[in-house]
């Protein structure tokens, strides 16, 4: 029986920790090539030897290196249908107090990376005559204002706006393009979070209707979906997956 991406080749950046991490494991045990791109080096060390992934390690602002990634793929004869722009940084930093350095630094990884890299891969889809889909992570903070995260705010609040105009731009393509939202999911911060600042956890709770954090699968459970064949009729989109957050 043929596993369910066993025709999948996917780019995924971020790759090294929370739900990048949790998502390439997900696509090697259901058949797919995963090419992944972390910064931390040594983070994918116990699953390199798969001989399903190709580990990339730089930044992914690093235009060169995303360049080369889509070259190895071409010249090993495994082109990427699907891309899951994962990577980002967070800055937490009251308003008054950013400086524009502060702001470029969160925008160039936050934003400017994955418009550059949907410029790239759109290019390369054409190229080669495929049809593909991306999705791109973002964030409930890009849909309510959160308090000293201003600069991380309006990276996802145009990686949002981005998203649907690209995806309306190439849908005659066979490019589609759609966003995820998650709210608070256990990733690597989470028990550091948890820990450290009780009272603002405890907040997070009270505030979300399910009364939990999200795990990494109940969001790689709907990147899978989006970049599979299944959601074929689907691009433009936003998705969130905040346990009811930006409902209540």
């Given at each position: 029986?043929?596993?369910?991406?066993?025709?999948k080749?996917?780019?995924i950046?971020?790759?090294?920790?929370?739900?990048g991490?949790?998502?390439?494991e997900?696509l090697?045990s259901?058949?797919?090539f995963?090419?992944?791109l972390?910064?931390?080096?040594?983070?994918?060390?116990?699953?390199?030897k798969?001989?399903?992934?190709?580990?990339?390690?730089g930044?992914?602002?690093n235009i060169?290196l995303?360049?080369?990634?889509l070259?190895?793929?071409?010249k090993?004869?495994?082109?990427?249908?699907?891309?899951?722009?994962?990577?980002g940084?967070r800055q937490?930093?009251k308003?008054?107090?950013?400086?524009?350095?502060?702001i470029?630094?969160?925008f160039?990884?936050?934003?400017?990376?994955?418009f550059?890299i949907m410029?790239?891969?759109?290019?390369?889809s054409?190229k080669?005559?495929?049809?593909t889909?991306?999705?791109?992570i973002?964030?409930?903070?890009?849909?309510?204002?959160?308090a000293e995260?201003?600069?991380?705010?309006?990276?996802?609040?145009a990686l949002?706006?981005?998203t649907?105009?690209?995806a309306?731009e190439?849908?005659?393509?066979?490019?589609r393009?759609?966003?995820?939202?998650?709210?608070?999911?256990?990733?690597?911060?989470f028990?550091?979070?948890?820990?450290?600042?009780?009272?603002?956890?405890k907040?997070?709770?009270?505030?979300?209707?399910?009364?939990?954090?999200?795990?990494?699968?109940?969001?790689?459970?709907?990147?899978?979906?989006?970049i599979?064949?299944?959601?074929?009729?689907?691009?433009?989109?936003?998705?969130?997956?905040?346990?009811?957050?930006?409902?209540?």
């Open positions: 029986m043929l596993k369910k991406f066993s025709k080749v996917v780019f950046t971020g790759a090294g920790k929370g739900i991490r949790a998502l390439s997900s090697l259901k058949g797919a995963v090419y992944a972390t910064r931390s080096k040594g983070s994918m060390k116990d699953i390199e798969n001989k399903n992934i190709k580990i990339f390690y930044d992914v602002s060169k995303i360049k080369k990634i070259n190895t793929s071409i090993e004869k495994k082109i990427i249908n699907a891309v899951v722009n994962n990577a940084i937490r930093k308003f008054l107090k950013l400086s524009s350095s502060d470029n630094d969160v160039k990884v936050n934003f400017f990376s994955i550059r410029q790239l891969y759109c290019s390369y054409l080669q005559k495929i049809k889909s991306i999705v791109n973002g964030s409930i903070v890009g849909e309510n204002g959160f995260l201003v600069g991380y705010s309006a990276t996802k609040g949002k706006s981005l649907k105009s690209v309306v190439h849908a005659k393509d066979n490019i393009v759609n966003i995820v939202l998650p709210g608070f999911i256990k990733t690597s911060y028990e550091k979070f948890k820990k450290n600042k009780k009272k603002l956890y907040w997070t709770i009270d505030r979300t209707p399910i009364s939990r954090w999200g795990e990494a699968n109940e969001v790689v459970n709907l990147v899978e979906f989006l599979s064949d299944d959601s074929s009729y689907i691009t433009g989109s936003s998705f969130n997956v905040d346990g009811g957050w930006l409902s209540s």
